[in-house]
Antibody, heavy 116, light 110 residues
Framework: EVQLVESGGGLVQPGGSLRLSCAASGFTVSGYSMNWVRQAPGKGLEWVSVIYSGGTTYYADAVKGRFTISRDSSKNTLYLQVNSLRAEDTAVYYC??????????WGQGTMLTVSS | QSALTQPPSASGSPGQSVTISCTGTSNDVGGYNYVSWYQQHPGKAPKLMIFEVSKRPSGVPDRFSGSKSGNTASLTVSGLQAEDEADYYCSSYTGSNNSVFGTGTKVTVL
């Protein structure tokens, strides 16, 4: 069964860092485009970042320079390193498999709260 | 990149149809046939319902259909059922290796 399971969320102080993980099963992460999408409490969906199968990465302007997407083929896991966190980064972070045509498979999400 | 514009809410009685619009620009919705739609129930992850404007993934009922005209895409849910009550989001490729989502529409089954 194709499945994505996120982890690593939690409470972080402003300016802090964290690494979010997304473990994949049923397929190889490095063979697909993989994304991070976030949703602030009570708000809509916001695309954050993508890593293409070839390894090229792109980011939304709101996180460029602060977030880094990566993957580990040996662990079949996608990551999002989040640095210089701000209150407005508080959200549920979802990983999603898919290219620019659509996000076909989604994880259940992990909550990141930025607060002092 | 500004969010695509959707109506905040839509509603219909069981068995009726409801159509949700998603308005962007020639740089996103109007420029590419890469519009997708997602259903999200409270506390759950989004689920892909339509991709590439009008294609349905395996397992999605044919009551769900999509279309596009110019800079506006639409999702129609025919034969409304109680389980269709959810939030719906559109998304589009923007041509700069970015994607953008719509503002979201809450569908209520009366």
């Amino acid at each position: 069964e194709v499945q994505l399971v996120e982890s690593g969320g939690g409470l972080v102080q402003p300016g802090g860092s964290l690494r979010l993980s997304c473990a994949a099963s049923g397929f190889t992460v490095s063979g697909y485009s993989m994304n991070w999408v976030r949703q602030a409490p009570g708000k809509g969906l916001e695309w954050v970042s993508v890593i293409y199968s070839g390894g090229t990465t792109y980011y939304a302007d709101a996180v460029k320079g602060r977030f880094t997407i990566s993957r580990d083929s040996s662990k079949n896991t996608l990551y999002l390193q989040v640095n210089s966190l701000r209150a407005e980064d508080t959200a549920v972070y979802y990983c999603a498999r898919g290219g620019y045509n659509a996000f076909h498979i989604w994880g259940q999400g992990t909550m990141l709260t930025v607060s002092s | 990149q500004s969010a695509l514009t959707q109506p905040p809410s839509a509603s219909g009685s069981p068995g009726q149809s409801v159509t949700i619009s998603c308005t962007g620009t020639s740089n996103d919705v109007g420029g590419y046939n890469y519009v997708s739609w997602y259903q999200q129930h409270p506390g759950k992850a989004p689920k892909l319902m339509i991709f590439e404007v009008s294609k349905r993934p395996s397992g999605v009922p044919d009551r769900f259909s999509g279309s596009k005209s110019g800079n506006t895409a639409s999702l129609t849910v025919s034969g409304l059922q109680a389980e269709d009550e959810a939030d719906y989001y559109c998304s589009s490729y923007t041509g700069s290796n970015n994607s953008v989502f719509g503002t979201g529409t809450k569908v209520t089954v009366l």
